[in-house]
């Protein structure tokens, strides 16, 4: 199996940074795609940014210009920076990973359990 956790969120105040990470471990080959993604109360579940394997990044227009998605390939660990948050921010951030699992022929797609972030006004 494999397990994706994350660490990183808290309340912050606006104008302030936060960075979460997110941590994949267990019978894992290779991890292809990762990403952040976030869910706030009554709203459905939106994409944050994704890297590729490689290195190339995506973000959603709402945080270009003030959130950084990076990874370590070694660690098999994604980061998302956060500066200037604003109050529209606050939402339970999710982790996921395209892995490809050792003894496995097929893509498989995990989610992290949900890390809170809340910017206060």
């Known amino acids: 199996q494999v397990q994706l956790v994350e660490s990183g969120g808290g309340l912050v105040q606006a104008g302030g940074s936060l960075r979460l990470s997110c941590a994949a471990s267990g019978s894992i080959f290779r991890v292809n795609d990762m990403g952040w993604y976030r869910q706030a109360p009554g709203k459905q579940r939106e994409l944050v940014a994704t890297i590729t394997s490689g290195g190339r990044t995506n973000h959603a227009d709402s945080v270009k210009g003030r959130f950084t998605i990076s990874r370590d390939n070694a660690k098999n660990t994604v980061y998302l920076q956060m500066d200037s948050l604003k109050p529209e921010d606050t939402a339970v951030y999710y982790c996921?990973?395209?892995?490809?699992?050792?003894?496995?022929?097929?893509?498989?797609?995990?989610w992290g359990q949900g890390t809170q972030v809340t910017v206060s006004s």
């Open positions: 996921n990973a395209e892995v490809w699992r050792i003894g496995q022929s097929v893509l498989f797609n995990y």
